[in-house]
């Protein structure tokens, strides 16, 4: 303390340990599984005299199957094993990763009172967040960087190193000020800004990362015991044929899916505002007007870096002409070593023949991802057909899917806040607020669950549609509500010894007048955004392309009844949708559209009995959602389903009803 000045110093040191135990590695468990496979150890319906005219679609898979599991006529044995030095531990050992999560924070603040009537905040965080690691030095990252334009490699090695550079230039300002203008303890002015700084979960790189990385662990799997018609008693011992060292460079192709880390990852940054205006109205009764802005930048993602090319490579033209029924050079020397291409056609009449819904629906980037992705004797179709190994994917190595967590989304949010209150006092309190708020953002979900969101979920507009261009999914929140208005109320009915009215009951007629309260909470949201998918995969083969509309404003869709069944969207409505061009993105983007708004009252009446001094009996009746008034989610949102635009949600309200239409 000095003066007006109070200085406050501190240090705030994390140190997080994630043990991740695990029993399921490499796809199966660490003790061996067997199935009982009529595919891998064949029953002979003569040797096992199986009727001639038993039912061969239904009835005689089921008696082989019974035959084989009655006898123990093993199929499959698998088994995952676990990392151990330079080898594998024996079958059953669980996989134990230790990983350690060091954050080092520290600040300094300045409380500073210049007037009695105003005091005013400054300090500094300074946030270190430093890679995680491993006491056993077990995590392995690629030999290259592999983000969105990186030089493309299917030479892709994992060494010895940190998953991400360290954190450490979070430097976040702090400066806020109470002022009371005249005085009087009836005002408050209030503000503040700062910049604060977000962690990582552990969850999400103990579930992606460290179980997955090349070599950690490794199934083995065992046909040729079942195949040579084995029995259960004599179960063969599993054990891996390689070492840990032979798995950190995987082939060069394959359709296995991997995740890595963006070694540039940084923490979260936030700036956040606030200004609040309070005044005291009458004894008790406030009124406050406060305005809160957030800007939200390097957000926690994650996105497939391995993202069909169709616009540098030709593939666009070669699809229109195809569609348009014409013969395309390119195509047909991309499929000219295709197996599946019959010897009287060429490559394009091939796509004609087994991708027809593909061209009605103008999923270049759909085809571009089924024929990238098609693996012939261990090479590509690409290379096969000497395009070169990077002619669709940058990466070949992981076709399933190379995703890449990052911190390269951002957020946007203000909101205007209106609130009156009364203090309970007098028998009544009650509090009304409104807001009206924007939140915008390139992705709603935290990907700790589901790194990649794929298809045509609601999530799945926050992967981005281009990952050379993120603000394509920039627009309102999943959870974004335009308007709110909420509120409560405690009244303490005015009857009863000393109340307003029959202020001299005592006794009996007390006890049945006096002591009596009504609560009660209401609450009306706006609709949250939903995004409308046409269907087809038009610009990503990762996620789908939202759908275009002709003359639409947003505005479109409300809940309404057509024979019986609720719909949001009406049939003049559902007729201006279509999907985009070959290539195209379309006119609406991500969340163009908002679902039904929600509305309930919740009432509450309690009585009071006393029984002496010091003993209470209290009886209450509670209503939640008093109108049943039911709320309803999205409808279906893919244009291509027969039921686009129609509501299907069961709701249960208080009443135990079920509104299902």
Avoid at 352 to 367: E, K
Avoid at 409 to 416: E, G, N, P
Wanted: contains cysteine.
């Amino acid at each position: 303390m000095r003066g007006s000045h109070a200085f406050k110093l501190g240090a705030n040191l994390r140190l997080t340990r994630h043990v991740d135990t695990r029993g399921s590695v490499a796809g199966v468990n660490v003790t061996p599984s067997v199935d009982f496979s009529t595919a891998v150890n064949t029953v002979d319906p003569a040797s096992f005299g199986i009727p001639g005219n038993i039912n061969t679609t239904f009835d005689r898979p089921a008696l082989q199957s019974s035959i084989n599991f009655l006898l123990g006529r093993v199929g499959n044995i698998n088994q995952g094993f676990v990392q151990q030095g330079d080898g594998y531990g024996p079958g059953g050992t669980l996989f134990d990763f230790d990983a350690r999560y060091p954050e080092l924070d520290f600040y300094l603040q300045d409380t500073w009172k210049p007037r009695r009537n105003l005091t005013v905040d400054l300090g500094l965080r300074w946030e270190l967040k430093l890679a995680p690691n491993n006491p056993d030095d077990l995590i392995l990252r690629p030999n290259q960087a592999v983000v969105v334009g990186a030089p493309p490699s299917n030479t892709l090695r994992w060494e010895r190193g940190d998953l991400h550079h360290d954190d450490v230039n979070n430097l976040g300002p702090v400066v806020g000020f109470a002022w009371d203008p005249w005085g009087d303890g009836k005002t408050s002015l209030r503000g503040n800004y700062r910049i604060a700084f977000d962690r990582i979960n552990s969850f999400v790189l103990s579930s992606t990362i460290y179980q997955s990385i090349p070599g950690i662990t490794t199934g083995v799997a065992n046909t040729s015991f079942g195949q040579s018609g084995g029995r259960l008693p004599n179960l063969p011992a599993l054990a891996p044929t390689l070492r840990p060292q032979d798995f950190v460079q995987p082939p060069p192709v394959s359709s296995n899916l991997l995740t890595v880390v963006d070694p540039e990852f940084q923490a979260p940054r936030t700036h956040g505002w606030v200004l609040s205006l309070q005044r005291e109205l009458m004894a008790g009764t406030l009124v406050e007007l406060t305005y809160v802005g957030r800007k939200a930048d390097h957000l926690f993602g994650a996105y497939n870096v391995n993202q069909a090319e169709w616009r540098t490579n030709g593939f666009l033209d070669a699809f229109n002409v195809v569609q348009a029924g014409g013969q395309s050079p390119l195509m047909n020397q991309l499929l000219a070593p295709d197996t599946r291409r019959l010897p009287s056609e060429t490559g394009s009449d091939m796509v004609r023949r087994l991708f027809a819904s593909t061209l009605v629906l103008n999923s270049v980037a759909g085809l571009a991802g089924s024929l990238g992705t098609r693996i012939q004797g261990g090479r590509t179709l690409a290379e096969l057909a000497g395009l070169g190994p990077y002619f669709f994917f940058p990466y070949p190595q992981f076709l399933g899917g190379m995703r890449v967590i990052d911190s390269g989304d951002w957020s946007r949010y203000h909101a205007l806040e209106l609130k009156l209150e009364r203090r309970f006092r007098g028998g009544l309190g009650y509090q009304v607020s409104y807001t009206l708020a924007k939140s915008q953002d390139t992705r709603s979900f935290d990907p700790a669950f589901t790194v990649v969101s794929t298809g045509a979920v609601q999530s799945a507009g926050g992967t981005p549609f281009d990952i050379y261009d993120r603000s394509l999914n920039y627009a309102d929140s999943d959870f974004d509500r335009r308007h709110a208005v909420q509120g409560f109320f405690v009244a303490e009915l005015p009857f009863g010894s000393g109340r307003p009215f029959a202020s001299g009951a005592r006794g009996l007629l007390n006890g049945l007048i006096g002591g009596w309260q009504v609560s009660g909470l209401f609450r009306w949201w706006s609709g949250r955004p939903f995004t409308v998918f046409s269907g087809a995969n038009t610009y990503s083969n990762v996620v789908q392309t939202p759908a275009s509309c002709l003359g639409c404003s947003g505005g479109e869709g409300k809940l309404h009844d057509e024979g019986g069944v609720y719909w949001y969207f009406d049939p003049s409505e559902r007729g201006q949708f279509s999907a985009p061009a070959a290539g195209d993105f379309g006119n609406l983007g991500r969340n163009a559209f908002r679902g039904p708004s929600s509305f309930s009252i919740d009432l509450g009446i309690q009585k009071r009995f006393r029984f002496g001094r010091d003993h209470e009996l209290q009886l209450r009746a509670d209503a939640t959602n008093l109108t049943n008034t039911p709320t309803f989610g999205f409808p279906t949102t893919t244009l291509t389903s027969a039921t686009f635009g129609r509501t299907r949600d069961n709701v249960i309200t208080s009443r135990g009803r079920s509104s299902s239409r």
